[in-house]
């Protein structure tokens, strides 16, 4: 009898939080594993347009990021600016550049580096011509045309 | 009392934070997470030529697309809406009426391949010259190819070795515009490709699967009928030209 009393006093027994962290760091290690973190930070406002036909790239260490849109600091202007890295640079700036992306990778995947162009909608086709143009003259001619999935 | 304290052991280390430690561990992994992987429009440069080549190029082999700096399309010399490109590229791809205007599309049989390669053959074992040998291996390697596609696909039509999409813009084009006409010639050459693989293979072509080695010579058939022929030519003032 008195048994049976005690059990109904106690009430619902409370949920053991002992598995909580376990299941914390399982969510951890998966962020963990799937992060890349951002190497450069955005100088300019890039809004990429937006393609059905795209390809995804596969190797992400076999390719070289150049950026082209507005400057985000107002004092820069309007004008699109391009950046390589984690600076502006100018037009001239890209064969030096194409040349050290190639020193840091082995002799035999330089073919298969991808310049990917991340290129604000907005931008006049002009700064784009010039800098493929530069891309050709120092031979980097695998780029593609970064772009937003449409639908 | 020290009696006591020893029989106790060292104290348990309270594990009840350890599930906060892990919170602030992963709320900043979620941060900085960037999932996105960076997909587009891949395309090949052409490499600089040296000397100017005059190539001498038949006019309907080329698919001319202008974009003004107004962002309007001139395609072929008319005026067009960008919904209607993709159509135009396909027909340039395909002439299926065997318009003048159009690349001229020529057959390939089994029977031609086998002469070809038959003949490439002697050429490069009678080839003195480097050079012209390395020219005529190429040759016969192109045709071997051509003799595997025949081999899936059965007699197919080719296009002219020459014949391209050629894509100009204006200086003040936008982005936008130049990569949303980009976007249709690659959806009109992607669909063709797609039909024909169905036809033939009862898949399409975008659900091939390049890492498979029987689907690799597929897709290496079906490019050879339908190639991505869309050139980054030399830039033209288009605003000059007219």
């Known amino acids: 009898m008195s048994r049976f009393k005690d059990n109904s006093s106690k009430g619902t027994p409370a949920i053991s939080t002992a598995s909580l962290p376990d299941i914390i760091f399982m969510l951890l290690f998966f962020f963990m594993v799937t992060t890349v973190m951002r190497e450069v930070d955005l100088l300019v406002k890039i809004t990429l347009p937006e393609a059905s036909e795209t390809t995804k790239l596969e190797d992400k260490a076999l390719v070289d990021y150049i950026y082209i849109g507005t400057p985000q600091a107002k004092a820069l202007g309007s004008e699109p600016l391009m950046q390589l890295n984690d600076q502006f640079a100018k037009l001239d700036e890209i064969a030096g550049w194409v040349k050290a992306g190639e020193e840091r990778r082995e002799e035999v995947l330089i073919p298969k580096i991808t310049r990917s162009l991340k290129v604000d909608k907005e931008t006049n086709m002009k700064i784009v011509t010039e800098v493929k143009q530069e891309l050709r003259k120092s031979n980097a001619l695998k780029i593609n045309y970064s772009t937003a999935q449409a639908r | ?242």
């Open chain 2, 1 to 242: 009392m020290l009696k006591k304290r020893k029989r106790q052991g060292i104290q348990e280390i309270n594990a009840g934070s350890m599930a906060d430690i892990a919170f602030l561990l992963l709320i900043f992994f979620l941060v900085t997470t960037t999932m996105d992987t960076d997909a587009g429009i891949l395309r090949l440069l052409p490499p600089v030529v040296e000397e100017e080549v005059d190539m001498q190029v038949n006019k309907r082999d080329v698919y001319e697309v202008l974009v003004n700096d107004a962002d309007m399309l001139l395609v072929e010399g008319e005026v067009m809406e960008i919904k209607d490109l993709r159509a135009g590229a396909k027909e340039f791809m395909t002439n299926p009426s065997n318009d003048i205007n159009l690349p001229e599309r020529r057959r390939v049989t089994s029977a031609e391949c086998q002469q070809k390669i038959g003949e490439f053959k002697s050429y490069v074992a009678s080839a003195t010259d480097p050079e012209a040998k390395d020219a005529y291996q190429k040759s016969l390697e192109k045709w071997e190819e051509k003799l595997e596609a025949v081999k899936l696909l059965g007699d197919f039509s080719e296009l002219p070795p020459n014949a391209v999409i050629s894509l100009q813009t204006g200086s003040k084009t936008s982005y936008d515009m130049y990569v949303r006409v980009q976007n249709e010639l690659e959806a009109g050459i992607r669909e063709l490709r797609d039909e024909l693989s169905k036809e033939k293979f009862g898949r399409k072509y975008t659900e091939l699967d390049e890492k498979k080695d029987e689907d690799k010579a597929l897709i290496k058939a079906v490019r050879l009928v339908y190639p991505q022929r869309v050139s980054e030519a030399e830039p033209v003032d288009v605003t000059k030209k007219s």
